[in-house]
């Protein structure tokens, strides 16, 4: 009787088990309401037309040293920060020993100069000439100097290293002449005393460190007579011309470029090897046709080197 017992219970399961799983399958199926995943949004493509650049910002670009070639410098950050939205430049001056000195210690990312590197510096700087620029010897207008139109090299170098002390001494009337000399660190100073004394022989006197605050002290010192970038020119100044055998010759473009007219510089912005990122950028921009053509000439002062008929390898 057993038996007959369990090999009906071993039929019944045998024929429901397959039922019941097909039918508990079908009854899970039913209730999954799940939905299926998402699609992945599409990465964005470099092809997508149209698509606007990514802007990349950086921190200011800092530059320091020569206060002659600060406003070509300040005329080029107003137009890169207006044509390059994110773009910052940051100007000061020193003159061109400190900037030179700071460029090479990095606590800059150009130097500004109207000088050559020195060689203790020059292997680790890189020279970018981005101008030219005149200098002439400037002085406080009086009736003492007004028929003076051009004075000879031999007798500037006599006014500032002291020998001639009087403005009657050079075809004015008596007046006391008063140097007033830019600072030791002046890339000014040393283009002009290079050209005209030989070298660093000036005579002893007062001193200014910024080219702005030099033409406020010729404009307040009765008698006063210093030397100036062309850019810091001023109609409330006398400007000489140089006296020549063939006559006086004007310190302006023409003879600059000419080479008639022997007191000018390159403007120098030196970076610490290779220039890199912003600073590139920046450059880039100062040497470019739209700067050098368009904005440059409007700067009161400076030439374009494409300009120049005549080279210069040294102070």
């Excluded at 606590?107 to 005149?134: C, E, Q, R, T």
């Excluded at 400007?239 to 006086?248: N, P």
């Excluded at 310190?251 to 008639?260: F, H, L, Q, Y």
């Excluded at 904005?295 to 210069?312: C, D, S, W, Y």
């Amino acid at each position: 009787m057993n038996s007959i017992v369990t090999a009906l219970r071993t039929s019944v399961l045998g024929s429901f088990l397959p039922i019941a799983l097909t039918g508990g399958m079908a009854l899970l199926a039913g209730c999954d309401k799940s939905q299926p995943p998402a699609p992945a949004p599409a990465e964005p493509s470099s092809a997508t037309p149209n698509s606007a650049p990514v802007e990349k910002k950086e921190g200011p670009v800092r530059a320091s040293g020569s206060s002659a070639l600060q406003p070509l410098v300040n005329a080029a950050k107003e137009k890169y920060e207006t044509e390059h939205k994110g773009a910052s430049v940051e100007v000061s001056a020193g003159g061109s020993k400190k900037g030179l000195a700071d460029v090479n210690s990095g606590a800059v990312h150009i130097g500004n100069s109207d000088i050559f590197a020195p060689d203790d510096l020059k292997a680790g700087l890189v020279d970018h000439k981005v101008a030219v620029v005149g200098f002439a010897a400037m002085a406080n207008k009086g009736p003492y100097n007004e028929k003076i139109a051009a004075i000879g090299v031999q007798d500037l170098a006599k006014i500032f290293s002291g020998a001639v002390k009087n403005w009657k001494e050079v075809g004015g009337e008596s007046q006391p002449i008063v140097v007033i000399n830019r600072a030791a660190g002046s890339g000014t100073r040393t283009v002009f005393g290079n050209i005209v004394l030989g070298g660093d022989k000036f005579v002893e006197s007062q001193t200014e460190d910024n080219s702005g605050a030099l033409v406020a002290k010729l404009k307040q010192t009765k008698g006063a007579i210093s030397y100036l970038a062309l850019s810091f020119k001023d109609d409330e100044l006398k400007t000489f011309s140089l006296k020549g055998d063939g006559g006086a010759v004007e310190p302006n473009a023409a003879n600059i470029t000419s080479g008639a007219y022997p007191i000018w510089s390159y403007e120098h912005m030196y970076t610490k090897g290779e220039a890199t990122g912003g600073t590139k950028a920046f450059l880039d921009y100062i040497v470019s046709p739209a700067f050098q053509d368009n904005v440059l000439p409007n700067v009161k002062g400076f030439i374009a080197i494409t300009q120049m008929k005549v080279t210069r390898e040294k102070d």
